[in-house]
């Protein structure tokens, strides 16, 4: 495998306001036109990834997995079956491992390992030195896009609707829960739980959010959100702010409840949504709908920017001056946080469905061909 070094110029694309009256004096609907503006992006590496297992007939599949970086480390998770830890200062392995299937969730880091699930269930703890498989623990079904790893404890909620909290040391159960399984066709995917102030905040595909006691899986409070909605399930990690707790169903919208007993604070009609991000007074919110940033207390609009309507939009990386968003069959898109301008469309002539990484000055994104793209950009996380 040999990575690619280069520095190529790609075509900016500027913002335009959408023509059309807002209803609040900061509501801005904004969509991208073309315009005759040169832009000059740095390319550090790129990375293809080899086929893990078998071999896939006809396209590769959307890219499940993702990417992850520390201590000048990028940790890849793929579709193709591999979990690769890349070197970035000369751009080779670490390490690079097969696990024989598709990683559907993960690579999620912590000071010694790394932890990946699969799309047979189980959930991988894997040596950040060398990839050795540390424990392995079979959840029954697919966990997709579902995991998290705080306070010792690892939770995932797999396509059964079943939540797992697992000792982060052993790899042993400590509680598991469960609700229905929706009889209703639902989105693809289940939440990562958030685990905050001794509680874990979980979604299910038919509609409920549940707040579990950390320790002992006494469920603290049940609500159903959207219960006329065509789709119902919650598919998006939630977000604690202060005694506020948001989360977004398919198609019933963005709730912000409160955190201690479930109520609803206040509700948004968004549909698709794919990610929320909290940051001083505001939220942003990637969805089909668009990108939003609203304000956090009441959930109105200060900007929406369309992007490209009813495209699938991946979670934002979210930076001091800049959004970040992958676009299906468009590219990689830049928004100006303050304003929702859109800055640059980035199209390298790979589709992106995963979630992009941003580090201090380093942007890294995996394609739906399990090739890993490292930019240099003028920017920090937030």
Not at 101 to 113: E, I, K, Y
Not at 250 to 270: E, F, H, M, N, P
Not at 327 to 341: A, C, H, N, S, Y
């Amino acid at each position: 495998m040999t990575p690619k070094r280069a520095v190529f110029t790609t075509w900016a694309i500027a913002l335009a306001l959408l023509s059309g009256c807002a209803t609040q004096s900061t509501h801005r609907e904004t969509a991208p036109v073309p315009r005759s503006a040169q832009y000059t992006l740095t390319s550090d590496w790129v990375y293809p990834i080899k086929l893990g297992f078998g071999k896939y007939l006809g396209s590769y599949p959307l890219e499940l997995g993702a990417v992850a970086a520390q201590n000048g480390v990028t940790y890849v998770a793929s579709s193709l079956g591999r979990v690769i830890a890349i070197d970035e200062s000369n751009v080779k392995p670490l390490w690079d491992i097969s696990l024989d299937m598709p990683v559907t969730a993960g690579p999620v880091l912590t000071a010694q390992a790394v932890y990946v699930a699969l799309s047979n269930g189980d959930v991988v703890k894997l040596k950040r030195t060398n990839g050795d498989e540390i424990w392995r623990f079979s959840t029954g079904a697919a966990v997709e896009n579902s995991l998290s790893v705080t306070d010792g404890i690892v939770s995932c909620v797999n396509a059964n609707n079943r939540i797992f909290a697992l000792d982060e040391r052993t790899g042993s159960l400590i509680w598991r829960r469960e609700r229905p399984r929706s009889n209703e066709f639902s989105m693809y995917g289940q939440p990562s739980p958030l685990i905050v102030d001794n509680t874990v905040y979980a979604g299910f595909s038919d509609g409920f959010f549940v707040a579990y006691n950390q320790t002992n899986g006494t469920a603290l409070f049940t609500r159903e959100l959207a219960p006329k909605a065509r789709f119902k399930d919650l598919d998006v990690q939630p977000v604690k702010v202060g005694n506020a707790i948001y989360v977004a169903s398919s198609s019933g919208g963005l709730y912000a409840l409160a955190a201690d007993d479930g109520k609803t604070l206040w509700q948004r009609d968004i549909f698709g949504i794919s990610s929320i991000r909290a940051f001083q007074d505001s939220l942003y919110v990637s969805s089909q709908s668009g990108i939003f940033r609203l304000r956090k207390n009441t959930g109105e609009t200060i900007w929406q920017n369309i992007i490209r309507d009813g495209a699938l939009i991946s979670p934002i990386a979210l930076g001091k001056r800049y959004i970040y968003a992958s676009v299906q069959k468009f590219g990689l898109v830049i928004l100006d946080r303050i304003e929702g301008d859109t800055l640059h469309i980035i199209d390298n002539g790979s589709d992106f469905t995963s979630a992009p990484l941003l580090q201090n000055g380093a942007l890294t994104l995996l394609s739906n061909r399990s090739t890993v793209y490292r930019y240099t950009v003028d920017d920090t996380p937030i």
